[in-house]
């Protein structure tokens, strides 16, 4: 199974913990994760502004 | 707020709004004000009324709508669309103002820094060298600090 990795802005630059876990998590059930250098924003801190 | 100068309303407005996604039902609000009363902005700032925006807008106020501040109050909760008797979009309907006060030129500054975040590096919270170090620590692979596909959203205005 590989399954793209969507990260958003905010989980890489200040909740890492989640990141890690995820990829732990997949590894051990055999997910394989693939990063895709365009997933970068999903608008989430302008979220309650649009 | 002031008085309100009919004479200045501009009647093309109306028609605007109907005719857009957001504001199609807006004629069959019947100023009920269960939208105000269901919002938790308005519990504590008067200043903000989700049905005295949407009288303004009918009555053709556009530049006092789109000029003004409060639309930018609205926290896009939907229990005033959830609660509006007469089927009224009224979150769609202030994203509509808030999309169309862009056009205009008249974003606040917050909107304006984080719209050029997103246009710059692709993200809000942007990534750099110091941060790939911090995530190569703990064995995560190194993020791009740009992203070029993105500025197809954001055309130079």
Known sequence: MKYALFLGCTIPARSRQYELS?????QKL??????VE???CCGFPSKPLT | MADIDLTKADASFRKEL???PGGEKLSACFTCKTCTASCPVSAVNARFS????????????????LESDFVWFCSSCYACQERCPQGVCITDFMTLLKN???KAGHAPAGIKAQR???RGQGRIYAIDEFDNKKRNKIDLPSLPTTCEVVKVLFPES
């Open chain 1, 38 to 40: 365009e997933f970068v």
């Open chain 1, 30 to 35: 055999g997910v394989e994760l693939a990063d």
């Open chain 1, 22 to 26: 995820a990829r732990k998590v997949a």
């Open chain 2, 116 to 118: 050029d975040l997103i």
């Open chain 2, 50 to 65: 989700p049905f005295r925006i949407i009288r303004m807008a009918l009555f053709g106020l556009k530049k006092e709508v």
């Open chain 2, 100 to 102: 169309m006060a862009i």
């Open chain 2, 18 to 20: 109907l005719a857009q």
